[in-house]
């Protein structure tokens, strides 16, 4: 540890995910001594504001981690494959956003509010899961400890933030374009994202499932150290900027009726209930976007199996769904000393 705090490098800074990692660890006022912003040559010499002061990129090299304490990376699997051992080897701690290391038996894959324990185990890298699994393990953790999961069914309901800067930028002129009557741009998307919904994210495997898909039946049994809870996933992409929806059927091992999972959901950490649709009050991505909570409403029995729920869940994909739970990680690797 520096003197005044913590050296900390930012990989991947200029992208939406890292800008946002710089801007999680002022307003959580992480413990920083000295902030190291890293970026391929393309992004050398812009800059980022943190507590004030303008703070330059560098290009990312064998030799940027040297005297670096944590280093939160968001620049993508190949970066991470490539830098992060470099970095680890160096004595630094990464926090790796990608999904390269995410299976990894090795590499612990941690939502502090679910499974904390886990970071104690790292050998240098840590994952951060896929942004979908994070806001769902993140409302399911109270009803798996108290009565089990057997089986999830999600759907989900995925902003173009998830793909990138690129892809924010693509949904807006296409909207305006076809206000203005125009030829519709398409660089990011198979299809057209405006006013559509595209069930493809990620490659498809000869499953017949997506990447994305095959990524929060992993994660999910993973984080939750049960490899036996059955998961059935479909992702899908909507022309939401920010916040990540979820339709979520879970049945569970024991009895549980829904005053008692609001009642667990509303204590739970990082959780926000909102549910009274009668008020027409449920979680919305507008809502969300900007926000560190896990937003669950529309908790309801599922009538279809004799010990379901179903919940409708929703959080910022860019912040609690990246950038935040990864500061949210460094920060429990403070109060472990594991640092």
């Given at each position: ?7 900390v ?7 939406a ?7 999680v ?17 393309r ?14 990129v ?18 993508g ?11 680890a ?34 050998q ?27 089986r ?15 892809a ?6 296409q ?17 057209q994202?405006a ?5 493809h994210?990620?490659?498809f ?20 150290e ?7 996933a ?106």
């Amino acid at each position: 540890m520096a003197r005044n705090g913590y050296r900390v490098a930012v990989v991947g800074a200029t992208g939406a995910v890292g800008t946002t990692m710089v801007r999680v660890l002022e307003e959580r006022n992480f413990p920083v001594s000295d902030l190291k912003l890293l970026a391929s040559s393309r992004s050398v010499g812009k800059e980022l504001t943190f507590r004030g002061d303008k703070v330059a990129v560098e290009e990312l090299t064998e030799k940027s981690f040297e005297g670096v304490d944590v280093a939160l990376f968001s620049a993508g699997a190949s970066v991470s494959r490539q830098f992060a051992p470099i970095a680890a080897r160096s004595g630094c701690v990464v926090v790796d956003n990608s999904s390269a290391f995410r299976m990894d038996p090795q590499t612990p894959l941690v939502v502090p509010e679910v499974n904390p324990h886990a970071v104690r185990g790292h050998q240098g890298i840590i994952a951060n899961p896929n942004c979908s699994t994070i806001q769902m393990v993140v409302a399911l953790k109270p009803i798996q400890d108290a009565a089990g999961i057997k089986r999830i069914v999600v759907t989900t309901f995925q902003a173009v933030s998830g793909t990138g800067m690129k892809a924010i930028e693509e949904l807006r002129l296409q909207v305006e374009a076809l206000v203005r009557g125009e030829p519709l741009p398409r660089q990011v998307y198979p299809h057209q994202i405006a006013f559509n919904c595209l069930p493809h994210i990620g490659s498809f495997l000869d499953s017949g499932y997506t990447e994305e898909e095959m990524k929060m039946v992993n994660e999910t049994r993973k984080i939750f150290e049960d490899p036996d809870i059955q998961v059935c996933a479909t992702t899908v992409r909507v022309p939401v900027y920010y916040g990540h929806s979820e339709s979520v059927a879970v049945e569970t091992r024991k009895p549980l009726d829904v005053k008692e999972a609001v009642a667990l959901l509303k204590r739970a950490d990082g959780v926000q209930v909102v549910d009274e649709p009668l008020a027409a009050r449920y979680p919305m991505p507008l809502d969300a976007a900007g926000r560190d909570e896990t937003f669950v409403g529309r908790i309801r029995k599922d009538i279809s199996v004799e010990n379901g729920l179903v919940l409708w869940i929703v959080a910022d994909n860019i912040r609690k769904g990246a950038a935040t739970n990864a500061v949210q990680i460094a920060e429990l690797l403070v109060r472990e000393k594991l640092l």
